[in-house]
């Protein structure tokens, strides 16, 4: 079996990951910052551990301003929530998923936010300048996703940044962590949004919000924190303000061994690694007639991520023959991003996508583009 479906979640998961979730299970517990004993006491070493070591991986000075969320859906609701309010104006590139579309179209209806979505080119590319033109006095966010999942294109996030000056930029990471170096300390104000299940290859269920320094957000939840009990207010600091209710500790405990091997295994040697099998894969596929590959040319400014169209075939069918005939696994349709496929003209069939990781090989792309030569010259949807 090949697993290409890395964008959705990766797997296999990161060595250790199991282990580390067993161990808090069997072992420890205890709920992290809640009681004094030895196993909370253990329990919040980890928590502290995974924020310090997350903080480290993406540049953050101050690992308290990045807060553990259950993924990056619930980062970008905290941030868009948090901080949008009737009369502000958003920006959001036509590129964005449903997890930054759907709460900006919530607000838009129940909180008279404006969103403007600034249109990429074809093959799902920002433009800088065009988002710095668009910012007005009310504008209070511009939303730029790090990386595409339908193509795989990654947006300039640093000269965004530099364009739109004082105005925070929300970066949708899900699909960037991991596989592409981050460095928040060298943008403008932002704030970043992962999932701790795709390219930091740990257990779904858990992620986070990067809060740049100067961006106040009201939380989305409030309750319990094991801090300030006596109050009935919410504390008013982080990472507290942000994290009500009991963490999710067995989560977090695995997302902690999987950034550890992240780290240890560096984000650029792994970027080399999808960067290879990536550049042969386009390649291949550019080769085979009926086959179109969408995102840039440029493998450069690309993840390891390929969308396809077969002629004469449609993605829901030519991914259920790549499974059961080929044992390839892909996801087809519109990968929860309905305007990037309009951006890209492949709505409302969608594509095919084929998404590598750390752990496919050169003999798994070898094998993907045989069986996408085969399907794209013998078309025969499944009877
Ligand atoms: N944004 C993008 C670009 C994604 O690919 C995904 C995952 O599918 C999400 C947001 C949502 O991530 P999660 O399911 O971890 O909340």
Request: glycine share 10%.
């Amino acid at each position: 079996m090949i697993y290409a479906d890395n964008a959705a979640t990766s797997f296999p998961k990161a060595p250790g990951v199991a282990d580390a979730m067993r161990d808090y299970l069997d072992r420890i517990g205890a709920s992290p910052g809640r009681s004094a004993h030895r196993l909370s006491i253990e329990a919040a070493r980890i928590v502290f551990e995974a924020r310090e070591t997350l903080a480290a991986l993406l540049g953050m000075d101050d690992s308290s301003r990045m807060i553990f969320t259950p993924g990056a859906t619930f980062g970008i609701n905290a941030a868009l929530l948090g901080l949008l309010r009737h009369g502000d104006e958003v920006i959001a590139s036509s590129m964005e998923h449903n997890a930054v579309m759907r709460p900006l179209r919530h607000l838009e209806g129940e909180r008279g936010v404006r969103v403007r979505v600034a249109q990429t080119d074809g093959s799902g590319l920002v433009d800088p300048r065009q988002l710095g033109d668009l910012v007005t006095d009310r504008t209070r966010l511009v939303a730029v996703m790090h990386a595409s999942n339908v193509t795989g294109t990654v947006q300039p996030v640093a000269e965004v940044s530099r364009e739109i000056g004082p105005v925070p930029l929300l970066i949708d990471g899900a699909q960037s962590i991991g596989s592409l170096p981050v460095d928040l300390s060298r943008l403008g104000p932002c704030l970043y949004a992962f999932s701790g299940h795709k390219g930091l290859l740990g257990p779904p269920g858990i992620g986070g919000l990067c809060i740049g320094e100067g961006i106040d957000l009201e939380p989305l939840v409030r309750g319990g924190t094991g801090s300030r009990s006596e109050r009935e207010e919410q504390p008013d600091f982080l990472p507290d303000l942000h994290e009500a209710g009991t963490p999710n500790a067995v989560g977090i405990a695995g997302l902690l061994a999987a950034t550890r091997y992240v780290t240890e295994r560096s984000v650029m040697s792994i970027r080399e690694h999808e960067l290879a099998l990536f550049s042969r894969l386009a390649d291949g596929l550019r080769g085979i007639p009926g086959v179109t590959l969408f995102g840039t040319a440029d493998p450069e400014r690309q993840l390891a991520t390929a969308s396809i169209t077969i002629d004469g075939l449609s993605p829901s069918d030519a991914a259920h023959i790549l499974d059961r005939e080929h044992a390839i696994l892909v996801r087809p349709g519109l990968h929860c991003a309905p305007s990037a496929h309009r951006t890209i003209g492949t709505f409302p069939a969608g594509t095919i996508r084929i998404s590598l990781g750390p752990f496919n090989t050169a003999d798994d792309v070898e094998s993907i583009l045989e069986a996408v030569a085969d399907l794209a010259q013998n078309q025969t949807p499944p009877g």
